[in-house]
């Protein structure tokens, strides 16, 4: 048994480098099917960074080779191209939906219910806003206002994201060296780029991003499908709907966890939160606390999904 490799250039309190982890342990065993792939979480260089667990754990070379062939499949995905944005008419994505179904009934591999997973996580057609569209995932941040489209940055992104980008993404401190157009999904905060929160004018300041963590945070999507609630639709390891008030909020754990478990670990997430402001007894404040140790949980971090004019964006991470 290895001792893991650590991915020195993720920062588990940032939420786009949370989903590249992610996105990083559910490629992985996709791409290696024959084991059993797992993530922890160690405090290092003062922050939590993952640990993958897996046969490819002592070269990070093979690995990265590995992590690059899988994700360039993904230009054959049906699910990337049902449209420009997550705007569709509730007919259409049912359409999109029903053909999914189909593949599953002539190829059972695991690869082959991919478009499936993706478009569960998209939204759903049970669900329609008031002019009949579909209803979407609050991962969601564009839909086409400025030029900028969800689902076209993602075929952007399976088009020009190459293995050093992954690379640098992973295993470097963040540079921000990236050209940002088209390839920036607005999931680290770093893309809130109102002026009043920059020296510089964001109008003449090109748009800089990390290709790789992007691209690897697309494949985070299946682990966080859509549900219909009787109060709309809700997302995993969200809380809350509206533009001021909506929240995700993530989990930090030391054992090492296959996907499976982290999925499972993912939905009950929020039911571990904790808040100063929250009004709780000791004995219930102390009921949580077993829990998140029973799980192996050693942090929670939480990001407002914040609405400015056209686009959303995500604020910092904080432990709760």
Known sequence: MNDGILLRGLDGSNPLAFLAALGT??????????ETVKMSWDQHDGAWRPRVWCSLSNDGDALIAKINDAVSQAADRAS????????????D??????????????AMTPTARIDADFLAAFGSDAIVNDDGSMQDTAL???????????????RELVAKTDADHLRRALFLKWDYADEGRGMNLRWDP????????????????PSKTMRGANRLAIETLPLLPTLPTANGLATTAFAGRGARD????????????NADVTRSLLAGVSRLRLDEGDKLNEPARRAIAEQRAALGIASLFTSARITTGKFRNFTPGVAV
């Open 190 to 205: 770093a893309d809130d780029r109102r002026y009043a929160l920059r020296w510089d004018d964001p109008s003449t300041d």
């Open 80 to 91: 990337f191209t049902i449209g420009d944005n997550l705007n569709l008419p509730a007919g």
């Open 93 to 106: 994505f049912r359409h999109h939906l029903l053909e999914s179904l189909k593949k599953l009934d002539t």
């Open 246 to 257: 909506t929240f995700f909020t993530w989990p930090i754990w030391t054992p090492p966890l």
């Open 140 to 154: 969601r941040t564009m839909s086409g206002a400025g030029h900028q489209h969800f689902l076209k940055f993602f």
């Open 25 to 34: 342990l559910r490629t992985l065993t996709l791409a290696l099917s024959d």
